[in-house]
């Protein structure tokens, strides 16, 4: 037996702003709202515990300090990369060095409040 990963949590000062972000960057809808102002979003018509997993944006008020230990890494699914990269940097993302050296075949993106991911090259079918 082994696990799937059901959840990723991302702290966020204002979860309403991320959810809004990361819903559109991922297709995804608000599926759960908490008493203490965490917002879960996924995938319509799946929830908890589908073939993907949720995220959970949960509000923060820490600082955060030095490079993420963890990121995400994004794939688009209908269209290229560079036009990919251009929906993703209208919905609010942009670009940020953490070394490249320009010759990777991936983009280093930050979210609205600069949680880092990438934008991968290869296109994924949809599940």
């Known amino acids: ?23 559109k960057v991922l297709g995804y809808v608000e599926i759960d709202r908490e008493d203490d102002g965490s917002i879960a979003i996924g995938p319509p018509d799946a929830g908890f515990g589908g073939a993907l997993p949720i995220v959970v944006l949960s509000p923060s008020n820490e600082p955060r300090t030095g490079k993420l230990r ?6 688009a699914t209908d269209r290229d990369q560079d036009a ?19 010759t990777e075949s991936w983009h280093v993106l930050a979210d609205p409040e600069g949680n880092e ?3 991968l090259r290869t296109r994924l079918q949809p599940l």
């Open 84 to 102: 990919e990269l251009e929906r993703l940097l209208a919905l609010g993302a942009r670009p940020v060095d953490v070394g490249q050296t320009g």
């Open 1 to 23: 037996m082994a696990c799937r990963i059901s959840e990723l949590v991302i702290d966020a000062a204002d979860p309403d702003r991320l959810a809004a972000f990361w819903s």
């Open 70 to 75: 963890v990121h995400i890494d994004v794939n």
């Open 117 to 119: 991911f990438c934008l």
